[in-house]
Nanobody
Framework: QVQVAESGGGLVQAGGSLRLSCTVPGLTFDNYAMMWFRQAPGKEREKISCISRSGESQYSADPVKGRFTISRDNAKNTLYLQMNSLKPEDTAMYYC?????????????WGQGTQVTVSA
């Protein structure tokens, strides 16, 4: 059974940083492209960052470009999202997702999410 597990969320002041992590026990990690999504209360889910299987290709959505960095360590079977210069509008549930194909809008495997709250 595939489990996608995010960690690292929390409460941080505006301007601060957090690093999210994601592991996917049950999958051969480096066979899968990985993605981060987020969903704020009352808003639609949005795809914010993608990384290819090798890590060579990456995508960041405009709202987070230059502040968030996606990375992966295939030796540790772990995906990361380094979030810097956080803003109150970054407050959301953050989800890790995996798919065989790069940067999918509806990936096959999803985590339960980790809450990020940014105070003004």
């Amino acid at each position: 059974q595939v489990q996608v597990a995010e960690s690292g969320g929390g409460l941080v002041q505006a301007g601060g940083s957090l690093r999210l992590s994601c592991t996917v026990p049950g999958l051969t990690f480096d066979n899968y492209a990985m993605m981060w999504f987020r969903q704020a209360p009352g808003k639609e889910r949005e795809k914010i960052s993608c990384i290819s299987r090798s890590g060579e290709s990456q995508y960041s959505a405009d709202p987070v470009k230059g502040r968030f960095t996606i990375s992966r360590d295939n030796a540790k079977n772990t995906l990361y999202l380094q979030m810097n210069s956080l803003k109150p509008e970054d407050t959301a549930m953050y989800y890790c997702a995996a798919d065989l194909y790069y940067c999918q809008s509806s990936p096959e495997y999803w985590g339960q999410g980790t809450q990020v709250t940014v105070s003004a």
